[in-house]
T-cell receptor, first 115, second 113 residues
Framework: SQQGEEDPQALSIQEGENATMNCSYK?????LQWYRQNSGRGLVHLIL?????REKHSGRLRVTLDTSKKSSSLLITASRAADTASYFC???????????????FGKGTKLSVKP | ETGVTQTPRHLVMGMTNKKSLKCEQH?????MYWYKQSAKKPLELMFV???????ENNSVPSRFSPECPNSSHLFLHLHTLQPEDSALYLC????????????FGPGTRLTVT
């Protein structure tokens, strides 16, 4: 069954505003990761937060994780037109997909930042 | 060249053709992955190779055949595909198992006519 579900599916904001995207998941995880994808390109890893962490920062990105609610949020502050992309959360569980453990991706949030 | 590269970037093939997608990683990673990304669907994991050994095959049809000759190279051989196989095929690599951060190539946009 699908693990990560992002919300909203699409988000349109003005440059300089903050963008918040949410992710919910269903089973226990080792970590949760956020990726960005520009149209038709590969995914770029943004940030990884472990199950025992509650908040993590990287530049203009802030990620929170609430394991009791099985949810995470990605905040992009002072957004720029270059932030326009799709953002995916991926949950990492050693119990999914055999002995290797794998990432399960959500459908993503499409962010549009207007200049 | 650094990161993960994929060739070709675009491919159009008929249903009776045979073609191959190539992926190369320059990161010294020991695991490589093939994903399929279709419109309005989550990214689907197809195959996982760890130390050149296939450890995962997520019920992928036999018309897709992966090959990993060494830890830096990964191929996806395609034959007798269907139009519904049209998608963006992404290769990724990681150091460690699949729960580690993964580095993706730019993808191959495949169109099956």
């Amino acid at each position: 069954s699908q693990q990560g579900e992002e919300d909203p599916q699409a988000l349109s904001i003005q440059e300089g505003e903050n963008a918040t995207m949410n992710c919910s998941y269903k089973t226990s995880i080792n970590n949760l990761q956020w990726y960005r994808q520009n149209s038709g390109r590969g995914l770029v890893h943004l940030i990884l937060i472990r199950s025992n962490e509650r908040e993590k920062h990287s530049g203009r990105l802030r990620v929170t994780l609430d394991t009791s609610k099985k949810s995470s949020s990605l905040l992009i502050t002072a957004s720029r037109a270059a932030d326009t992309a799709s953002y995916f959360c991926a949950t990492a569980s050693p119990n999914y997909g055999g002995s290797q453990g794998n990432l399960i991706f959500g459908k993503g949030t499409k962010l549009s930042v207007k200049p | 060249e650094t990161g993960v590269t994929q060739t070709p970037r675009h491919l159009v093939m008929g249903m009776t053709n045979k073609k191959s997608l190539k992926c190369e990683q320059h990161l010294g990673h020991n695991a490589m992955y093939w994903y399929k990304q279709s419109a309005k669907k989550p990214l689907e994991l197809m195959f996982v190779y760890s130390l050149e050994e296939r450890v995962e095959n997520n019920s992928v049809p036999s018309r897709f055949s992966p090959e990993c000759p060494n830890s830096s190279h990964l191929f996806l051989h395609l034959h007798t595909l269907q139009p519904e196989d049209s998608a963006l095929y992404l290769c990724a690599s990681s150091q460690g198992d699949g729960t580690y951060e993964q580095y993706f190539g730019p993808g191959t946009r495949l169109t099956v006519t």
